[in-house]
């Protein structure tokens, strides 16, 4: 009582509290710990192989305070996915764009969602590993739609200044170009070494990647473009040779169908 008194003249947290404090930002470093862990072991062994034991003993804990902090190794799962999202969502908030000049903030956009992918090879294996398991696990989550909203929104609102100017067309949904952009970042990094034996070409150069990453800005941009219709000719006048164009790769002639 008097060592409480004692600090509260002097104007320092009482020790009660001060004991709180300490107790309540190791639990969070535990618990950070231990989420850490998961991840890399989770896109490592996948959710079948990830064990709570390889994950504590990875985090230097111990069972118990999985089950402590997330209830159970589903629970623990669940939090690793809604952590990667989380990331990325975190990853996008931070972009700095303009949407008054929506066609390189379009492009800025696209940029980012096929570099964060090649970044981030684990966010990639661990939704391979959620969709083995048909989405079961993240579908449990409260917070899984509020990742995707943000990145909705913000192409929402860039395809709304484009349409305002006269650069996009007003048919295109948000949620469309956003499966678009995303697939054609995802597939090339999910599958990046079976396509590089399958097409026998390296794809992890960086020329490769430049070459794809332009060539994706260049269709979707194609495809908001307001000058863009059904019945006319999409195809680039015989004289135009776009960036994409001049970084494409050699043919590789041993994999020709003709032979030749």
């Known amino acids: 009582m008097a060592e409480a008194k004692a600090a509260a003249r002097k104007g320092l947290p009482k020790p009660a509290t001060r004991r709180t404090g300490v107790r309540e930002a190791a639990a969070q470093a535990t618990r950070e710990s231990i989420l850490r862990a998961a991840t890399k072991v989770f896109a490592k062994y996948g959710y079948d192989g990830g064990s709570v034991e390889k994950i504590s003993k990875a985090a230097k804990s111990y ?29 996008e908030a931070a972009l700095d764009l303009d949407a008054s000049r929506p066609v390189e903030s379009l492009a800025a956009v696209i940029r980012f969602v096929l570099g964060y992918y090649r970044r981030n090879p684990e966010f990639v294996t661990l939704l391979n590993t959620e969709n083995l398991h048909k989405g079961r696990h993240i579908a449990k989550s409260l917070r899984a739609r509020e990742y995707s909203s943000r990145a909705i929104s913000i192409i929402s ?9 006269g650069l996009f067309r007003a048919d295109v949904a948000p949620r469309d170009l956003y499966l678009l952009i995303a697939s054609t970042g995802y597939f090339y990094t999910s599958n990046r070494h079976t396509l590089t034996a399958f097409l026998g070409e390296p794809l992890e150069t960086a020329e490769a990647v430049a070459h794809w990453e332009d060539f994706v800005i260049e ?14 000719d999409t195809t680039s006048p015989p004289h135009k040779v776009n960036k ?17």
Do not use: C, H
């Open 63 to 91: 069972d118990r305070m999985i089950y402590y902090y997330f209830g159970s190794k589903e629970g623990l799962f669940i939090a690793v996915l809604e952590g990667i999202y989380r990331r990325m969502d975190d990853a």
């Open 157 to 165: 609102e860039i395809l709304a200044s484009g349409v305002e100017q």
């Open 219 to 232: 269709t979707v941009l194609r495809t908001v473009d307001a000058g863009t219709s059904e019945e006319e």
């Open 244 to 260: 994409w164009q001049k970084s494409l790769p050699v043919p590789n002639r041993a994999r020709s169908s003709s032979g030749t």
